[in-house]
């Protein structure tokens, strides 16, 4: 069973793959180093990106996030709007305090290396850390970012490892590395099938099952404070978005849009024609949206649902629940997202969340999917309904592939967000005109996500070398853009 603390993570943008799960690696080879060595004793550290972390790298500021765990930061507590100031030492004067204690000499150009037509053996973004000590030591060890923020070692996808310890801001798991035995809760489940028998033969909802399976773990008042955490972080990831302007860094001079939108519509509430659009609810959906992925791809903070670049979804569902239905309630919204990570727990195990492993069919399906089931939930449909909703939200994303222009999570990502909120608010209204029966199981629709991912040709998952990410492109030549494509189509297989 995977937590709903690890399925919702606090963390950085632009990236829950290509940042959070970096970040999170450099904090894991410090606490490996220091098993070995005394910190004080090293000279040097290398960092090698691999495959879709050195494709997209530089504009998912993968370098920059491994500088900052390497500086001893973690991603689900640095102070976002500092992140310039942590970095300036190492860019202005080549000096890394590594580990927050220990000041070493890093060349930026020579002690980050890229590797973008390599690709490591178990997954596309693979990196490794070395280090290096006064006498002549060294140490390097190698991870696997698999999406979400979840970090694996080579170890770990050899031997699954079942750790019923492991604390929220330190899970780091393989795709088969289960948070909790199966025998330590009460009433474990797989796939979809199985939840439905655990709420059927106990009378229990999603929700309730979820909830009971974290109890063991976890005491009730961890478990809300926790998600009540996670929604106060999503509704400040909104106002922020509604209150930043100007450019998104990464060269695409990409405006940010949500703060105009938003004071569009406020005006529009006191017009009696604009008020009168019965889709109005849409807008304010869309606006939602917008607003937390802006924020994710200016670095700001944002929770992972169950990635960064699908983060802008569940959250824009939840303010629908908050704002358009009136049985909103905070119970209500931790009963949301209990459901949301059951169903999210099931497409991570049986399939996957990661753009470069499956396309963002992984990334913004799944988090349809999660947020459709969690809106059904509180519309007080049955748990039929609610995996019919989270079907439904992944049959309509088959296929979705990842193309960021420029490796930025930013084009076609930010508004991909609005599209996937609305599709969620769509699944959940038609599971509510049938009975729960569908012609396509949940289950069968993971299962064709995972296979569409393995038959996807690698340049449409995160590696900006096709799709929108060549076609889009500011030239007009045709034989120009015929070039590029030939390019992606040299990356290796994964």
Known sequence: MISLFDMFKIGIGPSSSHTMGPMVAAGLFIDELQQYFDLADIKRLQVDLYGSLAATGRGHATDTACILGLLGFKANSIDTTKVDQYLAPVFNDNVLNFANNHPIEFNYGQDIVWHPQSSLPHHPNGL?????????????????????????????????IIDESLEASDTHAADSVAITSDSAVPYPFANGNELLAQCRDHNLSISDVMMANELAIRDEATIYAYLDEVWEVMQQCVKNGCEGEGILPGGLKVKRRAKTMYK????????????SDKLMAMDWVDLFALAVN??????????????????????????????????????????????????????????SISGAEVGCQGEVGSACSMAAAGL???????????????????????????????????????????????????????????????HVSLDK??????????????????????GLAVYANNNDNDENRIDMVEVGVGYPQC
């Open 128 to 160: 490794s850390f070395s280090a290096y000590t006064n006498d002549g030591q060294s140490l390097t060890r190698t991870y696997y970012s698999i999406g979400g923020g979840f970090v694996a070692t080579e170890d770990e996808f050899e031997q699954p």
């Open 264 to 275: 569009q519509l406020l005006n529009e509430l006191d017009n009696p024609q604009s008020s």
């Open 294 to 351: 802006e924020e994710n791809a200016n670095g700001g903070r944002v929770v992972t649902a169950p990635t960064n670049g699908a983060a802008g979804i569940i959250p824009a569902v939840l303010h629908y629940y908050r704002d358009f239905l009136p049985s909103y309630s905070l119970q209500g919204v931790r009963e949301f997202l209990l459901t949301a990570a059951a169903i999210g727990t099931i497409i991570k195990q049986n399939a």
């Open 376 to 438: 059904a939930h509180v519309m007080g449909l049955t748990p039929a309904q609610c995996t019919n909703a989270a079907e439904i939200g992944i049959e309509h994303n088959l296929g979705l592939t990842c193309d960021p222009i420029g490796g930025l999570v930013q084009v076609p990502c930010i508004e991909r967000n609005a599209m996937g909120a609305v599709k969620a608010i769509n699944a959940a209204r038609l599971a509510s005109r049938g009975d729960g029966e569908h």
């Open 445 to 466: 629709a993971i299962a064709t996500m995972k296979a569409t991912g393995a038959d996807m040709m690698d340049k449409y998952k995160e590696t900006a070398m096709g």
